[in-house]
T-cell receptor, first 113, second 113 residues
């Protein structure tokens, strides 16, 4: 089983739709979680961190479920500009307190007019 | 701030040639890393550095060398290019705080013939 798994999509949604992505992780020692956004032929950029209590940033909401070992990203009122690949990232600290980032392969979103 | 810069943006090499991908950051970040991104494989860590004079191997280090003589610069050397090294290469940097955001450069698209 991969350490971080995402549905690759693509998710095709109309403008204004609500869309949700899940990401599952296998290592229970995972400490922190992030969503990055990557536009076509561009570098990844941080979208938001994911906190245990859940967090919201405008139209974007991130949730963490430690018991089931998954994180989610909800996008409300989708815009054309939301079309991108969304990367799930999990941060694991090993016994030496060294940080290791595990990247998912990404979920592709296309928002259509 | 220019952030993380990479040169060149594009490069074509013949098998057996060597070259250096340049990376620089102006955010005074201690931590720098090199990734490659391939379809279906996601981002894979090649080498990383936690400060000037300190480097370590990542997940896929074979065929690559790095050095970190200054905080700002972290060049990646391909010793003898192979077609399997055709990829998009991203340099990234972050501060040393727990869970600091990773900032990526714009990437170098390398083709090895």
């Amino acid at each position: 089983r991969k350490e971080v798994e995402q549905d690759p999509g693509p998710f095709n949604v109309p403008e204004g739709a609500t869309v949700a992505f899940n990401c599952t992780y296998s290592n229970s020692a995972s400490q922190s979680f992030f969503w990055y956004r990557q536009d076509c032929r561009k570098e990844p950029k941080l979208l938001m961190s994911v906190y245990s209590s859940g967090n919201e940033d405008g139209r974007f909401t991130a949730q963490l479920n430690r018991a089931s070992q998954y994180i989610s990203l909800l996008i409300r009122d989708s815009k054309l500009s939301d079309s991108a690949t969304y990367l799930c990232v999990v941060n694991i600290y090993n016994a030496g307190n060294n940080r290791k980032l595990i990247w998912g392969l990404g979920t592709s979103l296309a928002v259509n007019p | 701030n220019a952030g993380v810069t990479q040169t060149p943006k594009f490069q074509v090499l013949k098998t057996g040639q060597s070259m250096t991908l340049q990376c620089a950051q102006d955010m005074n970040h201690e931590y720098m890393s090199w990734y490659r991104q391939d379809p279906g494989m996601g981002l894979r860590l090649i080498h990383y550095s936690v400060g000037a004079g300190i480097t370590d191997q990542g997940e896929v280090p074979n065929g690559y060398n790095v050095s970190r003589s200054t905080t700002e610069d972290f060049p990646l050397r391909l010793l003898s290019a192979a077609p399997s090294q055709t990829s998009v290469y991203f340099c990234a940097s972050r501060g040393t705080g727990v869970d600091n955001e990773q900032f990526f450069g714009p990437g170098t698209r390398l083709t090895v013939l």
